[in-house]
């Protein structure tokens, strides 16, 4: 049986994550997904607009997924291990960067394969999270709040 990993925060989850989801669970048996912490969050400075516990809700109820984790550090390397993946599911914003051609090495004395997924084009939860502001806020209080008004 092939068991694939995959996390992120999913916070106001959107067709790309659904894409990610869906592909991974096209090349493994069983799909494992970690859903990062509200802690864990805050500790990568951002703050997620939907609770933990309702994101890990939205991410179980997807028919690619069989099972969902908590993510409560950045070590994917350990969650695969722990969870017996023998693939490791990531967005290719990360491939060839220094930091994941270290990562690949480490995975791959493991015996555990990293697969780069396009980002699915125009959308992410950040630019999600930029319309909605700008949509919310009248000039007045986005001003008041820092934010940006184009």
Not at 71 to 89: E, P, R, T
Not at 111 to 134: C, D, M, R, W
Request: proline residues 3%; neutral net charge; aromatic residues 10%.
């Amino acid at each position: 049986m092939v068991i694939g990993y995959t996390a992120g925060v999913y916070d106001l989850f959107h067709i790309g994550h659904l894409n990610l989801l869906k592909n991974a669970k096209g090349m493994c048996d069983k799909l494992i997904v970690g859903v990062t912490t509200d802690d864990l969050v805050t500790y990568k400075g951002k703050h997620a607009m939907i609770p933990f516990e309702d994101r890990l809700e939205i991410i179980r109820s997807i028919k690619y997924v069989d099972a969902v984790v908590p993510q409560s550090d950045m070590n994917k390397l350990s969650m695969c291990k722990k969870v017996g993946a023998s693939i490791l599911f990531v967005g290719d914003d990360w491939y060839g960067t220094e930091k994941w051609e270290k990562y690949e090495e480490e995975f791959k004395v493991e015996g555990i394969k990293i697969v780069y997924f396009p980002y699915t084009k125009g959308v992410s939860s950040t630019l999600i999270n930029q319309a909605l502001i700008q949509v919310r806020d009248t000039p007045e209080t986005a001003i008041k709040k820092n934010h940006i008004i184009v």
